[in-house]
Each structure stands twice: as structure tokens, then as C-alpha cells.
């Protein structure tokens, strides 16, 4: 087990007692889950937890003065997007044991991928008089933990917007259309834009209860994802440049369709794949209803 050594002194590790996160909607909060298979970029994640943290204790382990001023930081980072940043930070005040809420809400437009969650107890201002052995830097990490929300699994998932077909030159009673641009190396995020026909009122309802769907739009959505997911492949298999052994930097359009090739065909090879959609286009669209297991809806 890999420990990380700072180069000043830090609390044990029980001078922070948390509760877990919890997935705020509305009124009612459940324990956050590992996965969210049924988000979309549409979806913002409210969260909540509770930290309790001995104040006391936690400066005289440090070697801290009395009254340092410390608190509760939250940073977020999704791997499918790339993006991070600032979550929440608490000011700790006082002496003694202090039980703080810590609540935040995510942008589903800014997420994707893997959310990771870090809470961390920190030095609040910076203490140029204290001891060599002694944090002294404002944001000096006493404590942390990390905990992760998976948002999608082996459906691709990509922004998206809701539109009238009618003024655009898509086929006006289209329910959907997967739009691609940019080489492979181009990030992912601005790639690719799934735009739903809102005159498709099943489509788009589908996607306004991907929250809490219902039995037809758990059907809808999987329709949509198959065809995305056969879109995004044949797409890659007709650019040259997409190869087993291809290097695209991560978050990159290539990057996200070698991973979901792999999650769709792990047995096989670019190449065999790529011969066999343009020898047989039938069993290839076959291949990938059940490489998608499309309408496997719980």
C-alpha cells in the first residue's frame, strides 16, 4: 500500500469522522451509490455529507498554534470531461469537536465519466512564524479522503441538446441525430453533441425522466445509446488513423472511441471488426445490437 509522506507534521486520522454522501434530491437524500447508469448530461448531482472534525486535537498533532485557523475544502474532478475544480470550502472557528454539513452542487453539463470527490481539512491562512516540523502554508492538507461516483457505464455519454428539427437541415420527423466533428485528437467534449428532435415528444421525454425512468423510456434511451454507440464506432473505423496500437491523448475523441471499442469488442481487433463491416454491414449492425445489448433494460 503506497502512502503519500508530507513534509510536515499531520493528525492521526481519526481526528475527522465522516459519514458518507449522500445524493440529494428534492427533500429526500440516499447514500451515494458507485454507479448512476441511468444519467445524462441534463442531470446535476446535489451532494451532502456530514464531517466532524476535533479541532483541538488536530492543531496540537500538527504541532499548530491554539487558535490556527483551519477548514474544510471539497474539490471535484470528472474524468470524461476533463474538468475540475472547487467544490465547497467551510471555515472551521472554534476549539472542541464540530459536526459542519457540507453541501454542493455539480453541473451535469461540466461532468461525465468518473466523478471523484476529495474532502480535505486544511490550514486556512498561512503561519509564517511556525515550526520548521509545522504546516505553515495556507491550503496545507492535514486530512483527506476521496470517494468516486460513476456516471456512465458502457454507454457513451456526451452533451447534448434538445431542438426543432424543422429549423435545421435534419430530416425534419428524426428523433435524434449524433453529431461528430474533428479529427481523433480533438477532445471528446467538444467533439460530439447528441441533438434530440424536441417534436419527437417520446424521445425527449425519454430524456427529461433519464433521472427516473419509466419502463418505455428505459427503451427509448436504449435505442438511442445503440445507435449512438454504432454511430461513434463506424466513425472510427473509417478513419486510418484509428488502430489498436494508436497513442490519442487522453480526453481526446479517439481516446473515448478506442475505450468504448474495447468495452464493446474485447476479444476482437480493429481490423477484424473494420473487414467485417465492410464485407457483411448486416452481421456488423447484428454485432452491435449485442455488443450494445441493446433493450437489456432492468
Same mark, same amino acid.
Request: hydrophobic residues 45%; proline residues 7%.
Given at each position: ?21 449522500? #445524493? @440529494?434530491?428534492? %427533500?429526500? $437524500?440516499?447514500?451515494?451509490? =458507485?454507479? *448512476? &447508469? +441511468? ?6 448531482? /446535489? ?66 465519466? #468518473? @466523478?471523484?470527490? %476529495?474532502? $480535505?481539512?486544511?490550514?486556512? =491562512?498561512? *503561519? &509564517? +512564524? ?6 505553515? /502554508? ?72 433519464? $433521472? ?87
Amino acid at each position: 500500500m503506497t502512502r503519500r509522506v508530507l513534509p510536515y507534521r499531520v493528525p492521526s486520522e481519526d481526528v475527522v469522522e465522516t459519514e458518507p454522501w449522500l #445524493l @440529494v434530491d428534492g %427533500d429526500d $437524500a440516499a447514500p451515494m451509490p =458507485e454507479a *448512476l &447508469p +441511468d444519467w445524462d448530461y441534463h442531470m446535476d448531482l /446535489r451532494l451532502r455529507r456530514t464531517v466532524r472534525v476535533d479541532l483541538d486535537r488536530a492543531r496540537t498533532q500538527s504541532g499548530l498554534p491554539v487558535d490556527a485557523a483551519l477548514g474544510l475544502a471539497v474539490a471535484w474532478t470528472a474524468t470524461g470531461s476533463n474538468l475540475g475544480g472547487p467544490a465547497s470550502h467551510v471555515p472551521l472557528i472554534g476549539h472542541g469537536t464540530i459536526s459542519t454539513d457540507i453541501e454542493t452542487l455539480l453541473r451535469g453539463s461540466d461532468l461525465g465519466g #468518473l @466523478v471523484l470527490l %476529495d474532502t $480535505a481539512l486544511v490550514l486556512a =491562512e498561512r *503561519l &509564517p +512564524d511556525a515550526r520548521p516540523s509545522s504546516p505553515r /502554508r495556507a491550503g496545507s492538507v492535514l486530512w483527506s479522503d476521496r470517494e468516486s461516483l460513476r456516471l456512465q457505464g458502457d454507454a457513451p455519454q456526451f452533451p447534448m441538446a434538445v431542438i426543432d428539427f424543422a429549423r435545421t437541415s435534419f430530416p425534419e420527423h428524426a428523433a435524434w441525430h449524433l453529431q461528430i466533428s474533428g479529427s481523433l485528437d480533438s477532445a471528446t467534449m467538444g467533439s460530439l453533441l447528441l441533438l434530440v428532435n424536441e417534436k419527437n415528444t417520446v424521445t425527449a421525454t425519454a430524456f427529461e425522466n433519464a $433521472a427516473k425512468p419509466r419502463p418505455v423510456d428505459r427503451i427509448v434511451l436504449s435505442a438511442v445509446y445503440a445507435d449512438a454507440a454504432r454511430t461513434m464506432i463506424e466513425h472510427a473505423l473509417g478513419q486510418d488513423d484509428f488502430t489498436q496500437d494508436a497513442d490519442f491523448p487522453d480526453g481526446s475523441l479517439g481516446a473515448t472511441m478506442l475505450n468504448l471499442f474495447d468495452q464493446l469488442f474485447p476479444d476482437q481487433s480493429i481490423t477484424d471488426v473494420r473487414l467485417r463491416r465492410r464485407s457483411s454491414p448486416a452481421l456488423f449492425a447484428s454485432d452491435m445490437q449485442a455488443a450494445v445489448k441493446i433493450f437489456e433494460v432492468s
